[in-house]
């Protein structure tokens, strides 16, 4: 039996918005915004261009980026497509040519324009913001102006393949690293490992063997290591031609965690393996020494299937945000130092949420500070993040955030009040949709203490869609 699945990913705050804008001035409704605060937030997700064929799945349409700009106390926004072929190619059209299903194929003269959504992340790195999904490699857009510059941007003709959404950029190196799994093409279990300097010039384009094609959506990195985990969700061209789900969940898979120096050939990959689970984002990975040993901790929000695929038999369960498909903050450790190829879990904390982020001075390093965004109020299909946690890992203790059912949250972003400041001191900014008003808010949080509510509330012109990442890059 096939499920009908992405009628509620149309509705509401998931509804596309149909106008890019540029709105100078923005009304500050609450508080005030910090004047050491300067520089853009970035966000972006998905947004159709034009309806669906049939059945809709939330990852895989346009792209759309949003850019709040704020300097000495005031703020200014503008929002633009992400101009792929895909765009251009359905513009020129004036209709919809590339389907947004997972079960059903794009109308036959749509099947000669190349996927590519560009919808996922949005980052700066040498000097480009790069829009990034994990099934091509990234578009580049102008930092100030958003407008498309590269549609298909392959730093420099030296990148060949799909590259993540979710890069790690190492604070003290300045190196943003980066895999792509299906990197021979479509149903392969080859995975190129990647490393680009502060510049943007690609340093490192190494590929190696998985077991299996995996849906990998994130990775982790340490000082010393990288990590690449391969849950139970796998792409399969048998399955599909058998009638099967291309993408799906297969607990028979189980899980299995490549570890690598980071700097050291793939050659020295070795490999763990543990129970059927999954995980869409990382927290925080860091290499610890103890007593002698060696240990690789990679800290993940657990859920136990892939959220939005379907199983292997076909069947997509519906989208609920609870205990169910939240992911749970756990830490999986490695001993690199014995021979066994297991490793251990320890949950972090009993609120389950997704989105998470560290203070990005601290990517691949020991750390304290976590933010994630979390649900306490009733979920259901199409339900969103109602709350924004702070957690502190040393302690334990953790600060919630919530405003009522009608407001909900994207993903936190934590930017620290200056270089010197201790880890987890600064500002933490988020849109925030309100459904009483239809209207999206840029709001900023002080860390140090998030109960006390925002120290400043900014009007958008316009709500943002329910989207996926994004980040903050100081000017």
Excluded at 30 to 55: A, F, Q, S, W
Excluded at 235 to 248: M, S
Excluded at 300 to 319: C, H, Q, R, S
Aim: net charge negative.
């Amino acid at each position: 039996m096939k499920a009908q699945f992405g009628a509620h990913l149309l509705d509401g705050n998931f509804a596309p918005i149909s106008a890019e804008c540029t709105a100078p001035e923005l009304h500050v409704r609450e508080g005030k915004i910090p004047e050491t605060l300067r520089g853009t937030l970035y966000r972006n997700g998905t947004n159709p261009m034009y309806p669906p064929l049939g059945d809709h799945h939330w990852f895989l349409s346009e792209g759309m980026v949003h850019g709040i700009h704020i300097e000495n106390g005031r703020a200014a926004y503008r929002n633009r497509w992400v101009r792929t072929g895909q765009y251009e190619a359905q513009r020129r059209a004036g209709r919809r040519l590339v389907s947004t299903s997972l079960s059903e194929p794009s109308p036959p003269e749509g099947e000669g324009v190349r996927r590519h959504f560009a919808a996922t992340h949005a980052l700066v790195h040498g000097g480009r913001l790069l829009a990034l999904d994990e099934w091509c490699g990234p578009a580049a857009l102008d930092p100030e102006t958003l407008e498309t510059t590269i549609a298909d941007y392959d730093f420099d003709g030296l990148h060949v393949g799909a590259f993540t959404a979710h890069p790690k950029v190492d604070y003290q190196t300045g190196e943003m690293l980066g895999y792509g799994y299906q990197a021979d093409g479509i149903g392969s279990s080859t995975i190129s490992y990647s490393i680009i300097d502060r510049t943007g010039r690609l340093t490192r384009h190494d590929r190696f063997q998985a077991p299996f094609c995996p849906i990998m959506h994130d990775f982790g990195i340490t000082k010393e290591h990288v990590i690449f985990p391969l849950f139970s969700a796998d792409i399969n061209l048998e399955r599909a031609a058998n009638g099967g789900p291309l993408a799906a969940y297969d607990p028979s898979i189980g899980t299995h965690f490549g570890i690598m120096p980071r700097n050291g050939s793939t050659d020295l990959m070795r490999w763990f393996h543990g129970e059927p689970t999954y995980a869409y984002h990382t927290m925080n990975s860091y290499t610890e020494r103890r007593d002698g040993r060696e240990i690789v901790h990679l800290d993940m929000m657990k859920t136990p299937f892939v959220p939005l695929f379907p199983k292997e038999d076909g069947i997509i369960a519906e989208w609920v945000q609870g205990e169910e498909t939240n992911g749970l903050l756990v830490r999986w450790s490695f001993d690199l130092s014995g021979n066994l190829d297991t490793y251990t879990e320890t949950i972090l904390t009993d609120l389950t949420g997704d989105f998470c982020m560290v203070d990005p001075r601290f990517v691949g390093l020991p750390y304290r500070h976590g933010f994630y965004a979390a649900q306490k109020g009733h979920g259901g299909p199409g339900a969103f993040f109602d709350t924004i946690s702070h957690i502190d890992l040393e302690t334990g203790d953790r600060r919630d955030y919530h405003e009522g059912a009608h407001v909900t949250f994207l993903e936190p972003i934590m930017v620290p009040r200056s270089e010197a400041a201790p880890e987890g001191d600064g500002w933490l900014l988020t849109l925030a949709y309100d459904a009483t008003r239809n209207l999206s808010d840029l709001i900023i949080f002080d860390t140090r203490d998030i109960l006390a509510g925002p120290v400043a509330r900014v009007e958008l012109p316009t709500r943002v869609p329910y989207g996926f990442h994004g980040s903050w890059h100081a000017q």
